[in-house]
């Protein structure tokens, strides 16, 4: 009678299940390398002047590649566009964690946004999708992800500090990105610096809450008013 063997046999390097997870992971690396290498190259050369060689060429890959994943340079470039949008928004409030006053932390958001290039790539994709309505669901997502997590941010960072918002985180996050995509865009057609970029965003936006000590001495104020006129009708 032939004997068990000690341990059971491995499952063959060709299992299935094994090789379907190992090709996916080995195209999600893929994707994210010919992101990483296109970005740069689209926002040194635009569009028109980066080619589908250039970018195989710096991700070490094949042009075939490019295709596969990403179907055409047009979609690979509103895709880098919006990738950096969603990497520049976490950087923004990473930044901003410091605060400790609401006028210290939309300091620190609008310098950080003033001082990258991402939003103005980004304007660009969002100009491209006007003519290529098959890319609009990729922007669609990305501005509806990049509000929320920024009103999930504000939100925690007002209930962190007891701070008290004149707007609703949701309101507070889309005006902000609005004016930051509206004055960027302009300041780069004027080639104004980042030092006016952000000067501009602050006076625009102006105050986004009130910390717990600006609120007591309001509350100090309205108090001595009310004192005040009951003594005169007295």
């Known amino acids: 009678m032939a004997e068990k063997p000690a341990h059971e046999p491995l499952k063959e390097a060709g299992d299935p299940k094994h090789a379907a997870r190992a090709t996916r992971s080995a195209g999600r690396k893929m994707r994210s390398l010919l992101l990483d290498a296109a970005s740069p190259l689209f926002r040194e050369r635009g569009l028109s002047g980066t080619a589908i060689t250039d970018i195989a060429a710096a991700a070490n890959a094949f042009p075939s590649q490019i295709t596969y994943y990403f179907r055409t340079k047009e979609a690979l470039f509103v895709e880098c566009a919006c990738r950096e949008l969603l990497y520049l928004a976490r950087a923004t409030e990473q930044a901003a964690l410091k605060a400790r006053a609401p006028r210290d932390y939309t300091h ?41 997590e920024g009103a999930r941010a504000y939100a925690r960072q007002v209930a962190r500090h007891g701070w008290r918002s004149l707007r609703a985180p949701d309101e507070s996050s889309r005006r902000f990105w609005a004016v930051a995509i509206g004055v960027i865009l302009e300041g780069y057609a004027m080639g104004r610096s980042p030092e006016a970029l952000c000067a501009e965003m602050l006076r ?27 003594n005169e009708e007295d």
Request: aromatic fraction near 2%.
């Open 108 to 148: 620190a958001l609008a310098e950080t946004v003033t001082t990258s290039d991402s939003v103005a790539f980004f304007a660009e994709a969002l100009t491209l999708t006007r003519r290529r309505q098959d890319l609009a669901p990729l922007v669609e997502r990305t501005i509806e992800r990049l509000h929320s």
């Open 204 to 230: 625009v936006l102006g105050e986004q809450a009130k910390s717990s000590d600006d609120t007591a001495r309001l509350r100090l104020v309205d108090a001595r008013d009310a004192s005040s006129n009951s």
